[in-house]
């Protein structure tokens, strides 16, 4: 079980209603996109704070869920603050090739500021709503709004193969690792390069094995979603 799904069914309002929860995420989205800055920042400590309380985790543990989105987020802002330039007033930090200069944009350095605030406002109470929503709930939700049964049917899947595909990339990755595969950068190559190939068969066997389990069950191609 992932550590955030283990925290989505142990927590202190896992047993609220999953609409009330959705409301309550869909508040934050709104608060997120509004336009007073303090407000967002208020909201980002807020819901922090009420997330780890009701959930319970650690700051460390908190902050390490941020790793993988964070340098997405940042290259999202480069690349609207990055721009080219012929006058050099114009950017705030500036190298020059030619008659051409590269820089970040004074003009545009407030906006990728608020995007990125946006976001990471955003992701904040996202963060909330699936620590304290089990995935049972999030399915019943979707089924109260009547949302198509074939979209569920493909929310459900791709929540389970999250689980083959971490499951199965950490076990390579500590075969790995015992076997000194990391050691140096040469090997650290080598490694990574086994490691997608493996991980790609490994989820095919596993998708193979789903297929014959709900063939044994008589699936006839339709989740009875109730």
């Excluded at 989505?8 to 209603?17: K, L, M, P, T, V």
């Excluded at 997120?32 to 400590?45: E, H, I, T, Y």
Aim: aromatic letters at 16%.
């Amino acid at each position: 079980m992932l550590s955030i799904d283990k925290y989505a069914y142990s927590n202190r309002w896992a047993e609220w209603s999953p609409l009330t929860k959705a409301g309550i995420w869909l508040g934050l989205m709104i608060l997120a996109f509004q336009p007073l800055l303090w407000l967002k920042f208020s909201m980002l400590v807020c819901v922090a704070i009420i997330t780890v309380r009701i959930t319970q985790v650690s700051w460390r543990q908190y902050v390490k869920w941020f790793y993988a989105i964070l340098p997405f987020l940042f290259l999202s802002i480069l690349g609207i603050v990055f721009t080219v330039s012929q006058q050099k007033q114009d950017l705030l930090i500036a190298c020059h090739l030619g008659q051409t200069y590269f820089g970040l944009s004074k003009t545009m350095l407030p906006v990728g500021a608020k995007i990125g605030i946006q976001a990471f406002s955003a992701i904040i109470g996202t963060y909330w709503f699936a620590l304290s929503t089990p995935f049972t709930q999030i399915i019943s939700l979707l089924h109260r709004l009547h949302l198509p049964d074939n979209l569920i049917e493909i929310t459900m899947l791709m929540y389970r193969f999250i689980f083959i595909f971490i499951e199965s990339c950490e076990q390579i990755y500590h075969a790995q690792k015992l076997r000194f595969g990391y050691d140096t950068i040469g090997l650290t190559l080598h490694s990574s390069g086994i490691l997608a190939q493996m991980l790609f068969q490994q989820v095919i066997v596993n998708y193979r094995k789903m297929e014959l389990a709900l063939a044994a069950k008589l699936y006839d191609g339709e989740f009875r979603i109730s």
